[in-house]
């Protein structure tokens, strides 16, 4: 579905380059739920950008179901992000001072959908994430938790193929956390969506089932759950974690 092939990206920093991928090439599979680890600075939210066409790349080659992205104009750009990428963000990018139902069909004003239709998916979706019944409640009345599946659904409003979320349990706790992470492998398993995840969480890692350590701009090493359970995994991603805490 997704295949990225020796992609390089540098930034101009104080005069200089700064070299925020390296060569990074793996594929993803169609229902792939993926997590993306390492430390600040390694690149993992600048690839999270290219994967979502914010962000360009200098050499390599990004593939979206077997078409190149080099060859998309911005408004190609633009309309893949509308209609086959959800975006969520560690600090929910909602309007607080509107209504859930406002913040979740909002991609969908772009699309110039019908209003009846609107608010139909916009149920929809906020019934996969349990909140159709805080639809008529001001974000800001809201727990951190509940912003976040917010984020979700406005994310599922256009049935994307894709999800990219960039450390979407940074802000929450303990609690908040864990139910999110269940919602998101539950839309993952029954709607057979391709979830990225930036974290830097193993516990919220143990959900996926495949994880990308990065370093430098660099995939380091890899990590496959392979049908084990989630404590289990949890407990290898523990000891990759000191693995590597032995190597620096």
Not at 28 to 54: A, N, P, R, W, Y
Not at 216 to 241: P, T, V, W
């Amino acid at each position: 579905m997704l295949q990225l092939q020796n992609i390089s990206k540098t930034y101009p920093v104080g005069g200089q380059k700064f070299q925020a991928l390296c060569q990074v090439s793996f594929h993803v599979e169609e229902g792939d739920f993926i997590s993306i680890q390492g430390k600040s600075g390694s690149g993992k939210s600048t690839l999270l950008h290219i994967m979502g066409c914010l962000d360009d790349y200098d050499c390599g080659d990004y593939m979206i179901e077997g078409k190149s992205v080099k060859s998309f104009t911005e408004p190609q750009k633009a309309r893949l992000r509308n209609e086959k990428i959800g975006f969520v963000m560690q600090d929910f990018s909602l309007i607080s001072s509107q209504s859930v139902l406002f913040n979740v069909t909002l991609p969908l004003y772009f699309n110039r959908t019908p209003y009846r239709e609107l608010q139909g998916r916009a149920v929809e979706a906020l019934r996969l994430v349990d909140l159709e019944n805080q639809m008529n409640k001001n974000v800001n009345q809201l727990s951190g938790g509940q912003k976040q599946r917010v984020a979700i659904a406005r994310a599922l409003i256009n049935h994307p193929k894709i999800i990219l979320a960039d450390e979407p349990t940074g802000a929450l706790d303990s609690r908040s956390s864990r139910l999110l992470l269940e919602t998101m492998s539950e839309i993952n398993k029954k709607m057979q969506a391709t979830i990225l995840m930036v974290t830097h969480d193993p516990y919220a890692a143990s959900y996926t089932d495949r994880i990308l350590y990065f370093k430098d701009g660099h995939i380091i090493s890899e990590l496959k759950r392979c049908n084990r359970e989630r404590r289990e995994f949890y407990e290898e991603i523990m000891q990759e974690a000191a693995r590597q805490d032995e190597k620096r």
